[in-house]
């Protein structure tokens, strides 16, 4: 969630946020550890859509993503975690132990992975757009995409989310960018990535909800060449931080609090023919029921009036704040909620621990 924000309150984001937390995290974490056994509910019937979460700062938190599956009754079929491209004084590696981690919990990895150092906001001229474009990155590229292919299962990778806010240093309204920018730079990585021959990657391109201070998001697509699946962040804050309370639908499909903008359809209308991910999402528990927020936004929302979404990835942390309700945790009400929600076969669990190498396709066909 953005420090940032409009004049308006209209649309937050938990970036900034919650990378500085994780970074602190990061270097304390445990590299090692017995997975846990825990009780889980077997999926079903065969599932329409994917689902995840971000739950710990790292695939190898083990006691965080088992506490998780324990409390939501289900184990995941996406696990999210991202890592900046450079902190201190280096590139940071491909973790090989954190793909390596999911793929053995029977989950498809989900990478958030930023143009940036997380310690030092939007303004970093080292990573302008156009020294990505420029091939000033490519050493670290080319390493990266050669560790990718290396390691050889299928993963899911956003790069550079939340690319129509104001708060990264990818941002077209930041760090010296300009119109155009952020789709060649896109474009650029892509490219190192398919000349090195890492094909096992499904390239994720993920906006914020809209607002109308963002940046419209049809300048920021690379086109459907460079992109296998589309997505939409956002949050209902509830009243947090002078916020209102917006239903799952308002938050994603628009409301007078966000200037009426119908992120889902945008996205659809730049990219109709691609699946489509909700990559993180939460409520808040003040200002309105958030059992009843996500019982709504599972069981019916979702399945009726979002039929393009094809995986949908809870943010299950508070970013450092214990003021926010994002974790299912936060309140009985949603934790039992989402239980009760999750264990439909409308959602995947977690068979995918020998999914082969091609790009990632949605379980239940694309809509």
């Not at 004049?7 to 937050?12: A, D, G, I, Q, Y």
């Not at 599932?47 to 979460?53: C, K, L, N, Q, R």
């Not at 000033?136 to 390691?151: E, S």
């Not at 966000?258 to 990559?279: C, F, R, S, W």
Request: aromatic residues 14%; negative net charge.
């Amino acid at each position: 969630m953005a420090t940032q924000r409009s004049t308006k309150p209209l649309v937050r984001s938990i970036w900034p946020h919650k990378w500085l937390i994780l970074g602190l995290v990061l270097t304390a974490i445990l590299r090692a550890g017995v997975m846990s056994q825990v009780p889980i509910i077997a999926s079903a019937a065969p599932a329409s859509i994917m689902w995840g979460a971000w739950a710990g700062s790292s695939p190898l938190d083990r006691g965080t993503l088992n506490a998780f599956e324990q409390r939501a009754g289900k184990r995941p079929s996406i696990i999210h975690w991202g890592q900046p491209w450079w902190h201190g004084e280096a590139y940071t590696p491909f973790s090989t132990p954190d793909f390596d981690a999911v793929r053995t919990r029977g989950a498809i990895p989900l990478l958030d992975w930023g143009s940036w150092d997380y310690c030092c906001g939007n303004n970093q001229p080292d990573f302008k757009l156009v020294s990505i474009t420029s091939g000033a990155h490519d050493a670290y590229l080319i390493q990266f995409a050669q560790a990718a292919k290396a390691w050889g299962h299928p993963f899911f990778l956003r790069l550079n989310p939340e690319m129509n806010g104001w708060w990264s240093p990818w941002s077209e309204q930041a760090n010296g960018n300009q119109p155009g920018d952020f789709a060649r730079s896109w474009r650029h990585v892509v490219d190192v990535f398919r000349a090195q021959g890492a094909n096992n990657v499904s390239w994720v391109w993920c906006p914020n909800i809209s607002s109308v201070r963002s940046t419209p998001v049809a300048g920021l697509y690379p086109g459907d060449n460079y992109v296998d699946w589309t997505c939409m962040d956002g949050y209902n804050w509830g009243t947090d931080q002078g916020n209102q309370w917006q239903t799952f639908s308002e938050v994603f499909s628009g409301s007078a609090f966000n200037g009426h903008h119908n992120t889902y359809q945008e996205v659809l209308d730049v990219a109709p023919d691609k699946p489509m991910m909700i990559g993180e999402t939460g409520t808040s528990h003040n200002g309105g029921d958030p059992g009843a927020w996500v019982s709504e936004a599972l069981n019916s929302q979702l399945p009726a009036n979002f039929p393009r979404i094809r995986a949908l990835v809870w943010f299950n942390w508070d970013a450092g704040d214990p003021g926010l309700g994002w974790p299912i945790e936060s309140s009985p009400a949603t934790q039992r909620a989402f239980a009760q929600a999750i264990t439909s076969s409308y959602f995947a669990s977690n068979d995918f621990g020998t999914l082969g190498t091609a790009a990632i396709a949605p379980v239940g066909g694309n809509g």
